[in-house]
């Protein structure tokens, strides 16, 4: 099994003396602000930056204490809720979706920012450069906009005689533009006809579902958005009624019964976050600390393939980090 990591960019670090915004009690507050809704595998995650914040020193209900905003996928909604947190004064703010930071930036320039996001946080402006980030955000991207195409490329090799292919874009998302582009410029690269379906409600996915037979849609990508992570089962659920082959965007679709995933390992990440924010509370400069790459992990599901009788050939296979049988 072989296990893809992107390369961590290594900067210098300097001490910044930090005034901890704090509750009464002299307790430090981080201000979490999340675009999706409080699901299992994103409650999940949110253990994840937890275990890294831990890590550094800082532990919830002794040294810090936690506040989380769920936006529930009205992005419109973040705006106020960032705004409210610097009104408050917060010692940090950890923005753990694309949307979320994008709205925490414009909030404030002077509140310490950790981030995570599927894009690249350079060409969304999120921060200068990728080594010294030159302002108050820092973290880790997972770069899934990017290696989009390579969802695309892993579903051909998968399934060969799959040409028409649709794609499922949350069109909210501030990405949606740049991951379908990619997506469809990566589809007749390869030949294959490509079809873009939007979804950002539960109804939207079943209509969505509904619209493959119309299109007679041979395989499915499911788009990068954290809404789509929160209604995993959902999807995978109607991938499976449909038996279409589908590829996911992260493992926590395979490990729910989805036929293939590939994407960021999101525990490291947000576990990584916290680990950075813990730093930046004992007084480094964000600007001083390199936003990190996540590492890619592909996952399939050998169950649901025989499930849907898809037979999946030994290279395919050979090339997947963890096979689920």
Not at 45 to 57: C, W
């Amino acid at each position: 099994m072989r296990r893809r990591e992107f390369i961590a960019y290594i900067g210098g670090l300097t001490v910044w003396p930090l005034v901890a915004r704090a509750q009464p009690g002299g307790v430090p507050v981080i201000g979490v602000l999340n675009s999706a809704s409080p699901s299992g595998a994103m409650l999940s995650l949110n253990t994840s930056f937890r275990q890294g914040l831990t890590e550094a020193g800082y532990d919830e209900g002794r040294n810090i204490a936690i506040e989380t905003r769920w936006a529930e996928g009205q992005y419109d909604r973040l705006p106020a809720m960032a705004a409210d947190f610097v009104k408050r004064d917060v010692a940090l703010i950890a923005a753990l979706t694309t949307p979320s930071v994008l709205a925490a930036k414009s909030a404030t320039a002077k509140i310490p920012i950790v981030f995570t996001t599927i894009a690249d946080p350079v060409q969304i402006g999120l921060v200068s450069s990728l080594s010294r980030t030159g302002g108050n955000v820092t973290s880790v991207t997972q770069l899934s906009v990017e290696v989009g195409p390579k969802l695309l490329e892993l579903l051909h090799e998968t399934v060969p005689p799959a040409k028409i292919i649709a794609l499922l874009i949350n069109p909210t998302n501030p990405n949606a533009a740049a991951q379908s582009k990619s997506l469809q410029a990566a589809a007749v690269s390869l030949g294959l006809e490509p079809h873009v379906l939007n979804a950002h409600t539960e109804v939207d996915l079943d209509q969505a579902f509904a619209k493959l037979h119309e299109l007679h849609a041979h395989a499915l990508v499911i788009g990068q958005d954290a809404f789509f992570n929160t209604h995993n089962a959902q999807l995978v659920a109607l991938s499976l009624r449909h038996a279409i082959p589908t590829i996911f965007p992260n493992r926590d679709f395979a490990e729910a019964g989805g036929l293939m995933s590939y994407g960021a390992d999101q525990r490291a990440t947000l576990h990584q976050a916290g680990i950075y924010a813990g730093r930046i509370l004992k007084g480094e400069k964000p600007a001083d600390l390199p936003v990190q790459a996540s590492k890619f992990e592909m996952v399939i599901n050998l169950k649901t393939a025989k499930t849907i009788g898809l037979t999946l050939s030994p290279d395919v296979v050979s090339i997947a980090d963890e096979v689920i049988e």
